[in-house]
């Protein structure tokens, strides 16, 4: 569950198959347990997650986000637009968790969760 961030749907704006969206869910999934078992206080971020040294996505779920905008869109930004898709869809993970509760706690470069 997720506290402290009106949870309205929002859609990604990449077009990708029912089944890359659910890899990519599971793998952000993956990301924000491995976060929470290594640092139960600490806050977190699409950048903190998946940005950074974990920057290249190629092999992973994520990459058919990007390809999406850098290819089929002809985006000026993928990287960004991208980023904004793995935003919402983490949104959605933390929204949807049974096992864990979650709140916003502000803005960096994103917003930014932490475990409650």
């Known amino acids: 569950m997720l506290?402290?961030?009106?949870?309205?749907?929002r859609k990604?704006?990449?077009t990708i198959s029912s089944v890359d969206k659910e890899l990519a869910k599971a793998y952000i999934q993956g990301g924000v347990d491995c976060f929470c078992n290594n640092n139960p206080l600490g806050v977190f971020s699409v950048q903190i997650l998946f940005g950074g040294d974990n920057k290249n996505w190629n092999g992973t779920p994520l990459q058919c986000l990007y390809d999406n905008h850098f290819y089929i869109r002809?985006?000026?930004?993928?990287?960004?637009?991208a980023a904004s898709d793995v935003g919402i869809l983490l949104r959605e993970v933390l929204?949807?968790?049974?096992?864990?509760?979650f709140e916003y706690v502000g803005e960096a470069?994103?917003?930014?969760?932490?475990m409650k």
């Open 74 to 81: 002809k985006s000026s930004e993928p990287k960004k637009q």
């Open 12 to 14: 990604i704006s990449a």
């Open 109 to 114: 470069t994103g917003h930014q969760y932490r």
């Open 95 to 101: 929204s949807s968790n049974k096992r864990r509760d």
């Open 3 to 9: 506290y402290g961030l009106n949870n309205g749907t």
